[in-house]
């Protein structure tokens, strides 16, 4: 007698499992993610890129993968993800693009340069790249971290159309939510026994790479401002 074979997708598997068995914690920075997702589902996706694109120390490489790992288990859907991550990204770029129209280019440059290790030149720098590219800036930025968040400031400083905007960053942001969302989910099977074991050893690297590359950022300005400052004196010499 030959039995049926009956394929299960995640989430019905997930449901069929035992109620009493209990979903897996996560530990660290990577458990609370997931755990904000999945208390408040898809809008949970995006509270947590919201919070990256205004609060830009949280990596979205490790936030996103989280959803897509969590639609691959059947516990929400990707596609809502996807647009909650895309519409949670544009929020934040509102906010930014708010402050840089209301605050306006010379107070801008003024803040910018009284800024520990900030420079006039770095604003300068800025807002030339975005006078040049305009819209490509804004789509590409959201593909660049740290950029995505503050490439907003120039295009409301210099009031580009805020529909033209909204869409340079749908696009930018869809583009990227896409990828990294679609990452969690592919590698699912792989991502889960690691996450289960080593979540907090992982989530404790994440913390540690951002604190390097903000100690290198630090570092790197130090240097570069002293050298400035070594060759006014040899020109005023």
């Known amino acids: 007698m030959t039995l049926p074979i009956i394929a299960l997708s995640p989430r019905a598997l997930a449901e069929a499992a035992p109620s009493g068995s209990g979903a897996v914690e ?10 904000l997702m999945e208390s408040f589902g898809e809008l949970g996706v995006g509270l947590a ?20 790992f969590l ?6 859907s990707f596609w809502l993800a996807w647009v909650m991550a895309t ?28 800024m520990p290790l900030m420079e006039y030149e770095d604003f300068d720098k800025a807002e030339a790249f975005f006078q040049r590219w305009g819209g490509a800036a804004v ?3 959201r593909c660049v971290p740290l950029v995505r968040s503050f490439i907003s400031i120039p295009a409301g400083i210099e009031r580009m159309g805020l529909t033209r905007f909204s869409l340079y960053t749908l696009a930018g942001s869809g583009l990227w939510n896409g990828v990294w969302i ?13 996450l289960e074991r080593w979540s907090g050893v992982l989530s404790d690297a994440v913390i540690v790479i951002v604190l390097v590359l903000l100690l290198w950022f630090v570092i790197a300005r130090v240097v570069r401002l002293r050298r400035n400052r070594r ?3 040899r020109g005023a010499e």
């Open 87 to 114: 519409l949670g990204a544009l929020i934040g770029a509102w906010c930014w693009y708010a402050i840089g129209a209301a605050i306006g280019r010379n107070r801008t440059r003024r803040l910018v340069g009284r």
């Open 71 to 76: 639609a691959y288990e059947g516990r929400m």
């Open 26 to 35: 996560y530990e660290g920075f990577i458990g609370w993610v997931l755990s």
């Open 231 to 233: 060759a006014e004196r």
């Open 139 to 141: 789509f590409f930025g």
């Open 182 to 194: 679609g990452l969690g989910y592919a590698f699912g099977p792989a991502i889960r026994p690691v």
């Open 49 to 68: 890129v919201f919070f990256e694109t205004f609060i830009p120390p949280i990596p979205s490489e490790a936030v996103l993968p989280g959803a897509g």
